[in-house]
């Protein structure tokens, strides 16, 4: 198993479908195009690739400042597939994640999970993180 950040076309291709598990909206034919916009504003893609080839959990990220919480991560999206889910992969990608904020220099690291993901927060719950916010939004149309 390696960790690694996806830079190629196929690479980012590679992890559409863990990420079209957690954002079912997604569109193979567009994903590496929609990858490659978002990088330019500083996104990044990790994943976990097995020895077999297989890409079973993604992580969606970018370095962010801001006045009330410094340099961090924020972790836009983290998705195991459902077949590999309780086999450490979601967990192997997030520790790998936090040490790269460390060795950055972050201050923090933060996420954003939906109220319904009941799974997801006991997850994060066990990996220290704490809840610290309410997040509030205006939706003006639906994702596509």
Request: aromatic share 12%.
């Amino acid at each position: 198993m390696k960790i690694a950040l996806a830079t190629t076309d196929e690479e980012i291709q590679a992890c559409f479908p863990a990420m079209h598990e957690l954002r079912p909206f997604l569109k193979a034919d567009e994903f590496v195009s929609r990858v490659r916009r978002m990088m330019q504003d500083g996104f990044q893609l990790a994943y976990v690739k097995t020895d077999d080839g297989k890409v079973p959990a993604v992580g969606g990220f970018r370095f962010v400042e801001m006045f009330h919480r410094g340099k961090s991560i924020y972790l836009d999206d983290l998705s195991t597939m459902e077949t590999n889910r309780s086999e450490g992969y979601g967990g192997k990608l997030l520790d790998w994640l936090l040490e790269l904020a460390k060795k950055e220099g972050c201050s923090s690291f933060h996420l954003d999970s939906g109220v319904q993901r009941f799974d997801a927060h006991r997850f994060y719950l066990r990996k220290k993180f704490n809840i610290t916010a309410h997040h509030f939004v205006i939706q003006f149309k639906p994702l596509e």
